[in-house]
């Protein structure tokens, strides 16, 4: 790699961790669709690539931040990521017996049901209302660490 393809790739990296900072995305959103279109690699070869990027950094100091202002649930965070370790293993098996162009088009419609999703509720005629974060018990923070003190 020369220093503008590495410069390319770390603001990749940068972008798609404020992201995942703010919205908890990055790899199928962000890193994927980069990998395709900007560095020209065919799809497969673009999630084999984004899930090693993710995979040791993904997050720990936003989750270390989130920790810190008791916006976190150990439990279903931990249950989540036993279904991504499942899930990613089936799923790369599953892309095993595809086509690059197939995989292209299941990723499209992925993408596209998504947007319509985010498009159809924050229309102003949506009934549906943001929810609002619950606040977690200091209990729940104590019993991730019982040595730590309830956050503030």
Not at 82 to 91: E, K, Q, T, V
Request: hydrophobic share 50%; net charge positive.
């Amino acid at each position: 790699m020369n220093w503008t393809e590495i410069a390319w790739t770390l603001l990749l990296g940068g972008c798609a961790g404020v992201l995942s900072g703010m919205f908890g995305i990055g790899g199928g959103l962000v890193i994927v669709p980069a990998l395709i279109v900007l560095w020209n690699l065919d799809p497969k070869t673009a999630v084999g690539t984004s899930l090693f990027a993710l995979l040791l950094p993904t997050g720990l100091l936003g989750v270390l931040e989130y920790w810190r202002r008791g916006e976190l649930r150990f439990v279903p965070g931990l249950l989540i990521a036993f279904g991504i370790f499942c899930g990613a293993y089936l799923g790369a098996r599953i892309t095993g017996s595809m086509s690059a162009s197939t995989m292209k088009r299941v990723y499209a419609v992925f993408l596209i049901a998504v947007a319509i999703y985010f498009l159809w509720t924050s229309s102003p005629r949506s009934k549906k209302t943001p929810s609002q974060p619950r606040p977690v018990p200091q209990r729940q923070l104590a019993d991730l660490d019982p040595g730590s003190q309830p956050v503030h």
